[in-house]
Each structure stands twice: as structure tokens, then as C-alpha cells.
């Protein structure tokens, strides 16, 4: 391989790494915070790449339309998703009911989807590049496509953009002290309800910015469903349920490592994110066992 080669597929990997760990970070906070899994992470991702589709199509593929997606989108499904975390998730906090959870979400999961296929029908759709970054850059002597790089800034500022907010403000530390005492909190006179409920938009939102990013770069479908859900939840179970380190260390494995399968064999590489999985968790419990003995 040469070494123009390694770095395109470098930088085609950390792209797809940033995706994935947008839908995985919206599952991981959710989780973390509520103790909910939220089932319809897929759909929410498939739901932020059809309503991309609509930006551009009616302000066009220029600076501004997609200024307006990468914001509008996914407020607008934040916005949702506070409409359904308060009137669906809410009342199964306190009686801790897992089962109405799983429920609940998965059937957000079909409703969203059933709306999807109800607006936008069962066809095929694609967006266009961002004006402007349909070019490539060279770097390092790889021919970097424009959009590609800007997926990859975008991901760096938006991780960073989660660090700062979880520990370095006071709604950061609030959303901590709610994973270990959410009583406490109440008696110290904090809205937890109201808390949960941005937590739950803010994780949903996240899942949609993953599809507003991923829409350019492959067709729009209704199976962008199963191939969102699937990996958010390997990456979320590699890194550790509540880890959102080791999530976004999980992503960044099975992103490149995938780019790199694809170059020998297409089809196995779609098992990579498998892969990566079976070998951490074989990796961390033979590392406990040494521990243990």
C-alpha cells in the first residue's frame, strides 16, 4: 500500500468514524442519564438525512441550504424529541419499567418510519455536495475530497463541543449528578423532568446530525435505518455503555479499520465493526481474568 493510498483512506475512515459516533453518542448519553436504550436511534438518523433532502432541495445545495440543515435539522428533531420523551418516556422513570422503555422507543422506531415512508414514498434519494466542496485538497499528496475534510472538522468541533458541555459547565455537572442521585437533585431544587427531557433531545439531535452528514455521501433510503442502528449500538457496547471516551474511541477503530477492509474485499469490510467488537471484548475479559488471578 502505498503511502498516498493510507492517507486517503485515513481520512475516508475518520469520516465515517465521526458518523457513527454521533448516532452512538446520542445512545450513550440517553443511556447514561435516563437509563433508557433508545431504540429508535436508527430511525432518527434515517429521519435527519430524508429531512436534509427536503433543505436542499428547496434552498439548494449552496452554503447557506446546508448551513440551514446542519442547524435546522436536527433543532427540529431535538424538538420532537422532547415531545416525545415527555409524552411517552416520562412516566417510566420512577417505576424503573426497562420493558415499557424498550417498547416505547421501538415503537417511536416504527412510527417514525411508518412517517417517513408516508411523506417521501419508498424511492431512492440523493443529495447534492455543499457548493463549493465538490473538489478535493491535497494532503500529504492524497487527493482529499473538500466535504470529507469538512465532515471530519465538523466532528472534531462537535466532540470537543460535548467535552466542554458535560465538564466544564454547570449543565454538564448536572447531567452527571443525575446518573448517580436524581432524587437528591430534585430535593436540591433542580427540574430533573426538565433536565431528562433536554438530555433525551439533545442525544436525538446528535443521531440526526449524523444524517444530515452522512445524506451527501449515500443514497437516501429507508435501509439507512438498520445501517445506522446496528453499528451505533457495536460501538456503544465496545466502548462501554455510558463511556462516551470509549465510544468515540470505538468509532475511530472500527471507521478506519473498515476503510482499510474495503480496499481488499467490499463485502467483509460491511463485518469489520463485528470484528472490532469481538476483539475488545475477548481483549477485556481475558485483561480482567489477569487481573482476577
Given at each position: 500500500m502505498s503511502f498516498v493510498t493510507f492517507v486517503d483512506q485515513l481520512f475516508a475512515g475518520l469520516s465515517l468514524a465521526f458518523v457513527l459516533f454521533f448516532s452512538a453518542a446520542g445512545l450513550n448519553l440517553v443511556w447514561g442519564v435516563l437509563g433508557v436504550m433508545n431504540f429508535a436511534a436508527g430511525s432518527v438518523y434515517m429521519l435527519g438525512a430524508y429531512l436534509t433532502t427536503s433543505a436542499i432541495a428547496r434552498l439548494g445545495a449552496s452554503a447557506l441550504g446546508w448551513t440551514a440543515a446542519l442547524i435546522l435539522v436536527p433543532l427540529a428533531v431535538a424538538g420532537l424529541g422532547a415531545i416525545a420523551e415527555i409524552a411517552l418516556l416520562r412516566r417510566t422513570y420512577r417505576q424503573q419499567d426497562e420493558n415499557r422503555q424498550f417498547m416505547l422507543t421501538l415503537a417511536l422506531s416504527y412510527l417514525i418510519a411508518g412517517m417517513v415512508v408516508l411523506v417521501y414514498g419508498t424511492h431512492f434519494r440523493t443529495v447534492s455536495l455543499p457548493a463549493g466542496l465538490s473538489g478535493?485538497?491535497?494532503?500529504?499528496?492524497?487527493?482529499?475530497?473538500?466535504?470529507?475534510?469538512?465532515?471530519?472538522?465538523?466532528?472534531?468541533?462537535?466532540?470537543?463541543?460535548?467535552?466542554l458541555g458535560l465538564y466544564r459547565t454547570r449543565a454538564g455537572l448536572l447531567t452527571r449528578a443525575a446518573v448517580d442521585d436524581r432524587e437528591m437533585l430534585s430535593v436540591l431544587g433542580v427540574n430533573v423532568n426538565r433536565l431528562y427531557s433536554a438530555v433525551f433531545a439533545f442525544g436525538i439531535a446528535l443521531g440526526a446530525l449524523g444524517g444530515v452528514l452522512i445524506a451527501p455521501q449515500s443514497t437516501v433510503s429507508t435501509n439507512l435505518e438498520t445501517t445506522a442502528l446496528v453499528p451505533a449500538f457495536i460501538v456503544v457496547v465496545t466502548g462501554g455503555l455510558g463511556n462516551m471516551t470509549g465510544a468515540l474511541l470505538a468509532a475511530l477503530a472500527i471507521g478506519i479499520a473498515q476503510s482499510f477492509v474495503t480496499l481488499q474485499d467490499a463485502t467483509f469490510a460491511q463485518l469489520t465493526p463485528y470484528a472490532v467488537m469481538t476483539i475488545v471484548l475477548l481483549a477485556r475479559g481475558t485483561g480482567r481474568r489477569w487481573v482476577a488471578a
Open positions: 478535493t485538497w491535497t494532503i500529504l499528496g492524497a487527493q482529499i475530497e473538500q466535504y470529507t475534510v469538512l465532515t471530519i472538522v465538523l466532528g472534531l468541533a462537535v466532540t470537543v463541543a460535548i467535552w
